[in-house]
C-alpha cells in the first residue's frame, strides 16, 4: 500500500489552506470558522506516495479528504523525469532507437516502431514488405506482453494474489520467443530504420505459433478466476466512471478510452504497417460504463484480439518468399529538412513523435506524445467524489507505466 506523508507548506498554499500537523501521517487543514470561531469544517490534505501501490513507477497523488471522500486530487508527476526528449537531440537517428524504447518499458518495441516510423517518412523510404508483416506481428505480441502485465497485477492491487501468476505463465512463452528473435527481453532494440535488425531465426515462427496458442489457451482461466470473483465485481463495477467527454477533453486514449466508449483505434482509422490488410481480423473492443470493470474487460478483450492478429500475421508471413528485412543505409544518415509526426496505436494509448530536423545526422527536435501523460491527467476530474477506498481501484485501473508520463 502506499506511504501517506505529512503534507508542506507549499501544500496548503496550493489549496489556499491553512495547515496544521494533525495525526495519522496526513495534515489537517481548517477551511472556514464559524459563528464563535467554531470550525465548519476541517478537510485533510493527504499524499499518496511518491509511489505507486504496485510499484509501475514514482507516482505521488495530492488529494483533499472530506472525511472518507475526495474533493481535490492532483497528480504530482516528474519523478522519474530523464529529459528524453533533449537527449534525443544529441543522439543521431540510429541511437535515438535505445532511448525511445524505454520511456513505457512493458511497450519496447511499439515504442522503437513510432520513432524509425517518424525517420523514413522523413526520408521517404519504403521498407520491405516481409519487414512491414513482422513489425505488425512483433507489435501484436508485444501489446499481449503489455496486457497481461496489468491483467495480473490490477487483480494483485485489490488483493488477489492468484491472477499474477498465471498472467506471467501466459507472458513467459511469449517473453521466449520475443528474446530467441530479438536478444532482449525488455528492450527489444530490434526496429532499424529501414526495416528490422535481422531475419527470423530458422524455425522462429513455428516455436510463436505455439507460444500464441498457449497464451489463447491461459485466457479464459485467467478470465474466470478473475471476473468470476465477486469480491472483484464488488470492487469495480460502477466504481470510478470515467465520461467520454471527459476522455475527449484530456485527450485519453487506448483501452481507457475505449472503455468509455471513444471508438477510436488508430490501426483501423489510419491504418499503419500492415493494418490496412487486417480489417477483417481487427476488432476495436469498446464498453459504454467507463468503469474499472469496463477497463479490465477491454483490455482482456483486446489481448484476444491481439493473438488473433499475430496469427493473420503468421499466416501471411508463410506466404511471402524469402527476401530482405531492411534497406541499406548510408554510413552517417541525414534526415531532409522538415518536419513530420508520426503517430501509432501502442498498448497503451496513442504514441507520437513530432519530428522537426534541420539535415543534420541528429533531430533539431523530436517531441513524444505518450499515451501514460495524457490519461492520467484525467484523475484530475475521475478521483473528486470518489471514497478513499477506491482510490486504488480507480489508479490501478488506469493501466499506466510512470516512465511514460514523466519521459
Sequence with gaps: MAETGSADSETAATFGT?????????????????????????????????????????????????????????????????????????????????LANRHDWLSAFANELGVVLAVERMLGMEV??????????????????????????????LGGLTPIFYAFTEREGLQRVLEEVSGG???????????????????????????????????????????????????????????????????????????????????RDEPYLAYGELADTLRVVTRTEGDCLARFEVLLDQTANALDLADACLDRLAELPPGPV???????LKAPEGATYAWTENPLGVNGYYLVSKGEKTPHRLKLRSASFNNIQALRELLPGTLVADMVAILGSFFFVVGDIDK
Excluded at 141 to 155: A, D, E, I, K, T
Excluded at 216 to 230: I, M, Y
Design 18 to 98: 491553512d495547515a496544521s500537523a494533525a495525526p495519522g501521517g496526513g495534515t489537517a487543514t481548517h477551511t472556514t470558522v464559524g459563528v464563535g470561531g467554531a470550525a465548519e469544517s476541517t478537510d485533510m490534505v493527504l499524499n499518496i506516495g511518491p509511489q505507486h501501490p504496485s510499484t509501475h513507477g514514482v507516482l505521488r497523488l495530492r488529494l483533499v479528504l472530506d472525511g472518507e471522500r475526495i474533493s481535490r486530487a492532483e497528480p504530482v508527476v516528474g519523478y522519474m523525469h530523464r529529459g528524453a526528449e533533449k537527449l534525443f537531440e544529441v543522439r543521431d537517428y540510429r541511437q535515438i532507437v535505445v
Design 128 to 157: 520491405p514488405e516481409r519487414a512491414v508483416w513482422l513489425r505488425t506481428l512483433l507489435a501484436e505480441l508485444n501489446r499481449v506482453l503489455n496486457h497481461l502485465m496489468f491483467l495480473g497485477s490490477y487483480p494483485l492491487e
Design 185 to 267: 527481453r525488455m528492450h527489444y532494440m530490434f526496429n532499424r530504420v529501414g526495416g528490422l535488425k535481422e531475419d527470423l531465426p530458422a524455425g522462429w515462427t513455428g516455436r510463436a505459433r505455439a507460444a500464441v496458442a498457449e497464451a489463447r489457451a491461459g485466457l479464459p482461466r485467467l478470465s474466470e478466476l478473475v471476473l468470476g470473483n465477486e469480491v472483484f465485481q464488488a470492487r469495480t463495477r460502477g466504481v470510478g466512471v470515467l465520461r467520454p467527454e471527459t476522455a475527449r477533453a484530456y485527450g485519453v486514449s487506448g483501452p481507457i478510452a475505449r472503455a468509455s466508449g471513444v471508438d477510436f483505434d488508430l490501426r
Design 326 to 332: 531492411n534497406q541499406r543505409l548510408p554510413k552517417v
